[in-house]
C-alpha cells in the first residue's frame, strides 16, 4: 500500500515502509526511547528490539482520505516517565511527518511493548 501525493509536477507515490522508516528514525532519536519493538506477539515476555534496517516491522501506517494514522511499538528506559515519553515521540512523529512529508496526521497511537535498562554510563 502506497501513499499518492499530487502536485503540479506530477505524481508522488510514498510506500508505507519508507513512512515507517522516517517515522522510526526519528523516534530512536527521542529521550527515553531505547528502541523500537516488533507488532508481533512479544516472546518469553521479552520484547525485540529493531535495528534501523527494520523499523517497518514495529509500525503500521494506515491511510485514509488524505491524512494517515501511525502505530508505533517501542520499548522505553526505565526510571523514565513513560507518558512523557510517548507525548514527545507523537509530538516529534506528527510535526517530522507535516514537516518532512507534507502528510496530515489523524493518530499517532503507541503501543510501549517493554521497558528496559539502558547502557549508558556503563563500560564494556
Known sequence: ?????????????VSNDVIASVVGGKAVECYGIVGMASKQQVRDGIAEILGH????RGIVVRSNDKAIDVDMYIIVSYGIKIS??????QSTVKYTLE???NLKVNSINIYVQ??????YGKKH
Open 99 to 101: 514537516k518532512t512529508l
Open 84 to 89: 512523557e515519553v510517548a507525548n514527545n515521540v
Open 114 to 119: 517493554g521497558v528496559r535498562m539502558n547502557n
Open 53 to 56: 534496517e527494520n523499523y517497518a
Open 1 to 13: 500500500m502506497t501513499l499518492e501525493i499530487t502536485n503540479e509536477y506530477g505524481n508522488i507515490d
